[in-house]
């Protein structure tokens, strides 16, 4: 390597924790002299699919290592992650452009992107929560990690040359430099205002006095997931198993990156990263794993201020007048010219562009702005070893900014919890303050407080790390020996045989849950009971692995059969617009249907261009959801339902014209071009009622295929936790590399095209053994 000088890396190993290098990691360890003068050193070892295993004797060195790995495969895509949190894209990209945020329910202009990004950024938000003291801010083993990933991203840039780089994306690009610390602690601020203020970035970038646009209920993100964890009296062995199956976007800077970061005797953690962050966030260690999935719990709430007669920009609070805040952004757009623009905020938070009347204005609280302690909390997480570790990492750094904690260990614990952060709103303080006619037509989708009022305010927990949120306590968790399980709904049912409660923020409780919870539950039931046809009763690591590639479709499962019967007795129905559609041909296709989102299965295009519609039926079940039986209903397909019946002749009518079969194989309509030229998937969409998740609901396209796949399953682990050590299996659905010229840019997503899995290597021994292992030191500043 050029520029490369020798150093040493202290290597400890610590019996039973952590196994000693293999030997050839050892001798790549031995040639290296001792590290001097601040200079970082690291071992990179990549196996199959590219997956790196970063060993070094500190978290300086880890960090160096891992970054210096992240940017042979993803420095460009790391690049615009930091181009985004530094608000730079309207100069690069000009103002009017989509910023490309794949989490947002709404598109983001890469000027508005700016102003949001610019506006943390000219207060220097980050640099104070950076500066606070452990736990608040980073721990010193944090900042070493973000510094030595900075470093080794930059010793690659500086190796290789942005003119030289093999990704046309951003090669000789002006706008590619050397990243800097405050650059990756931007990218997991942003990452932890997902949800909270990040949702509203329009709204905070345009608002001014007259911003009156209405205030519409929040669009569900796209994002999700599910987790299974399941204990010892649910596993043939007594031990723990996991399942971890986060659905994020496949574009964007949201995209997982597998990796393995190990300081012999201090941490040996094994997962997934967000892009340009340094720590893994789904993961297992010896004998722990843990997943997330995204939480009910909601991020911020509203404020509805009553402003002062005659003073746009002033509120009143207990009757006495407060002026509000103000902030001047400019942003660059190119060619030398700039946007000015004026944000507003009171003392609850930034003003939005809606609802900001004359006599009125609404403010938002996001929970997440002075929270950057998720680093120190999945750093923590990575070096625990049991479910007991795990909470204790916790309830210390109380960082976790908006996903709930599934996990388990070989010990047999199963443990489910919303450990998230949280605004303290109880549900008195809710049922006080929510007092307008706007709060009370939004809440509980929305919850809109009385700025007014100074006792409106959010309360405090003893237990809680910082004012303003719930401390653990309060939490809902559930720690079991069976299973617990979550796949976005609340975790009302994370086991139903123990159902939670909890403030009314947090979630519902007692209302109808997804179909995918739905199947979910029901998988777990029937594998427990030996009644899925996967072999003998309760889990272990294979029928973990066929649980999820099983791909059923829920919705079908509950309705195919009354489908196919409402089909033979009426073969003629009318759609909406009042054709009638002869759908005869429709009946064999659905009956000989396999029930299932696999590539090769026929009668799938017809049923989700069929459910799409059928689904906004408001009449679509005969048995109304009954909170005593919340697993099995709502149920029974109305077959009288004119919405279901206009839905299966529209179906059949749109694949008419299309020229599209009826029993059009999925792999014809369900395809991705992330990775390159279209590569079928399996799956199917979580509004079917499917675990493996891809896409989004939306119907056949002008070319008779569905959109391409550019969301859903991402990092997929499966992982079985025995006292000798893990057993796993991974996938990463998109791939290591977002480089086009990588071999590793579509080879896994050829691998989730033919339902196969990555056998992962955590051992020494096993990484020893990889055929296609190739270590490398890497050391400097």
Known sequence: MRGFRPMALAVVAAAGLVAPPSAEAAQAVQTAQTARDGQYSAVVRRTEFGIPHVLAADFGGLGYGYGYAFAQDNLCALENSVLTASGGRSAVFGPDADSGDALAS???????SDVYYRAIADDQRIERL??????????????????????????????????HLTDPTCRAKPWVRPITDLDI??????????????????????????????????????????????????????DGVLLANPHFPWVGGERFYQVQL????TMDVSGASLYGSPVVEIGHTQHLAWSHTVSTAQRFTLYQLALTPGDPTSYTVDGKPEAMTHQQITVPVGGGSTVTRTLYSSRYGPLLASNWTGTTALSIKGVNTDNMRSLNEWLAMGRSDSVAQLRAAQDRYQGIPFVNTIAADSSGVSYTADSSVVPHVTDELAARCVDSPLGKAQYPAQIVLDGAKSGCAWGSDPDAIQPGIFGPRTNPALTRTDFTTNSNDSTWLTNPAAPLTYPRIYGDVGTPRSLRTRLGLAQISERLQGADGLGPAKFDLTSMQQLWYGDRNYSAEQARDAVVALCRENPRLTTADGRTVDV???????????????????????????????????????????????TTTPSTLNQASAGVRQALAAAVQRMADLGVPLDAPLSAAQQTTVGGP?????????????????????????????????FGSSFVMATELTT????????????QSTDPTSPHHNDQTQLFSRKQW???RYSEDQIGRSPQLRTVAVAGR
């Not at 696999?598 to 689904?615: I, K, M, Y």
């Not at 493996?692 to 569905?706: C, E, H, I, K, T």
């Open 106 to 112: 709404q598109p983001v202009s890469n000027l508005d």
């Open 130 to 163: 950076v500066a606070q003291p452990a736990p608040l801010g980073p721990t010193g083993e944090a900042k070493q990690l973000v510094s030595g990933y900075v470093a080794g991203a930059n010793r690659f840039l500086r190796d290789t040359g942005a003119a």
């Open 185 to 238: 602690y931007r990218v997991m601020y942003g990452l932890n205002q997902f949800g909270g203020t990040d949702a509203v970035k329009p709204l905070i970038a345009n608002a001014a006095p007259g911003a009156a646009a209405a205030l519409n209920e929040p669009a569900p993100p796209p994002a999700g997931s599910n987790a299974i964890s399941v204990g010892r009296d649910g596993t043939k062995a007594g």
């Open 262 to 265: 190990t300081i012999p005797g």
């Open 584 to 630: 005869a041909a429709a009946c064999p296709v659905l009956a000989g249907w396999d029930l299932r989102g696999d590539p090769d299965s026929r009668g799938s295009v017809l049923w989700r261009q069929f459910w799409t519609g059928a689904s906004r039926a408001s009449d679509l079940w005969s048995v109304p959801f009954d909170p005593q039986h919340p």
């Open 678 to 710: 279209a590569v079928p998937v399996p799956g199917c969409t979580g509004a079917e009622g499917c675990y493996n998740v891809v896409g989004q609901g939306v119907p056949l396209g002008a070319d008779g295929r569905f959109p391409p796949v550019t």
């Open 724 to 735: 000798t050590g893990p057993h796993t299996t991974t996938l990463l659905t998109y791939s």
């Open 758 to 760: 990555v056998t992962e």
